[in-house]
């Protein structure tokens, strides 16, 4: 006798149902950085386009940031937290090699008995989650997905060290992935290249930093120039293989949504692409800094507030990190 096993299907469709986010308090101005690094607010202006950042405070957790713009997504969603089938958080700032912070965010929403988990994929992370989400509810493993990604990258960042102290930054940004009447998330074009792995990682890890009996955490470094040239050239490639895969010509575009890196790789990115006039550009870093995992909701956020975006517009996501890692997807704004 052969033994049948059913196996699960979900929505023919599915989009970005909501969206939120969460921005620490605290502003810190390129001088205040300078303070602990030889370098001017000119130079971190023109080579990065940062003008100031934001970095948590004591009580600005990654739980409880994550949580503060997962409230805001389910809101804008009209989802109750109980209607949640899994909880992704995108992080490499939680700080304990276990449990996962998705769990906690999930009984902190009121999201039980939801599946849990973090993912580590740097800043490629979010659009990993998003890419994630939708085949899941696809598949019907979930009916609706909470993709959250959240940094506190001031833990780990050396303030002395004038090649990253400037760049990384604190905050959170979350969407609902879920069932659309009209196909709202195109295929994702990801990938890694760990042939680059050493050109942003931790300095040491936690045995390295035990052995030595050191009092603080290993920080992140970063071969910057390297990691630019790539991201400047390579990651365009990327972006229109996802345009192509999601039968979306540039014409059709209507914002462009890249992990908030550099605003000199944003406009790099943008030009190889040839985007149109008509094209909203995600220019967040300038006032957030580069927070890794959370930068493409926040500067979605960003296009919306500004009013440069409206809802339902079609917008291309590009992240990439450490890893290497990266991933590309076209999607409706919510
Ligand atoms: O989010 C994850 C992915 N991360 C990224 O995509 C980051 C990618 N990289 C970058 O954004 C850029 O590489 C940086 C903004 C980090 C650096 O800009 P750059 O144009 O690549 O500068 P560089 O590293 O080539 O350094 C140019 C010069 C050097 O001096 P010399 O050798 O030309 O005399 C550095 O020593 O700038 C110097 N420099 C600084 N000067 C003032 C490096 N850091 C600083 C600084 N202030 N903070």
Redesign the pocket.
């Known amino acids: 006798m052969t033994t049948a096993i059913q196996q699960a299907t979900g929505a023919a469709h599915t989009g970005l149902l909501g969206l939120g986010v969460y921005r620490p308090s605290r502003r810190i101005t390129n001088a205040e950085i300078c303070e602990n ?4 607010d000119e ?2 202006r023109t ?2 386009g940062i003008i100031e950042r934001r970095w948590a405070d004591e009580g600005e957790t990654v739980v409880s940031m994550a949580v503060a713009s997962a409230k805001e997504a389910l809101d804008h969603a009209g989802v109750a937290p109980q209607q949640i089938g899994c909880v992704l958080v995108a992080t490499v700032t939680h700080m304990l090699q276990t449990p996962a912070a998705a769990p906690l965010v999930a009984t902190e929403l009121g999201a039980f008995p939801a599946a849990a988990f973090d993912i580590s994929a ?2 490629a992370g979010f659009c990993y989650g998003v890419g994630l989400a939708s085949d899941m509810v696809r598949a019907g493993t979930a009916k609706y997905v909470l993709v959250i990604g959240v940094e506190r990258l001031s833990d780990i960042t050396d303030p002395h060290d ?7 930054a604190d905050g959170a940004g979350a969407v609902v992935v879920g069932p659309t009447d009209e196909p709202g998330i195109g295929p994702v074009v990801w990938g890694s290249d760990g042939e680059k792995f050493d050109l ?1 990682a931790q300095k040491e890890d936690w045995r390295d930093v035990v052995q030595a009996e050191r009092a603080f955490m290993p920080h992140l470094r ?1 071969d ?2 390297p ?2 040239r790539w ?1 400047s050239f390579a990651m365009a490639k990327v972006g229109r293989e996802a345009l192509d895969v999601a039968g979306i010509t540039p014409d059709e575009l209507r914002a462009f949504i890249p ?1 908030q ?2 605003m ?2 944003v406009d790099a990115m943008a030009r190889t692409l040839r985007l149109s006039d008509h094209v909203a550009i995600a220019r967040d870093i300038a006032y957030q800094g ?1 927070t ?1 995992a959370a ?1 493409i909701p926040l500067a979605m956020d960003r296009l919306l507030v500004d009013g440069e975006s409206r809802s339902g517009d079609t917008a291309l996501l590009i992240a ?3 890893g290497l890692t990266y991933a590309a997807q076209v999607v409706k704004i919510p």
């Open positions: 690094i030889d370098s001017t130079w971190i080579r990065s740097a800043c004038r090649t990253t102290a400037f760049l990384f942003i970063m910057g120039n990691v630019f991201a992990h890196a550099n000199r790789i580069n890794s930068s990439f990190g450490a």
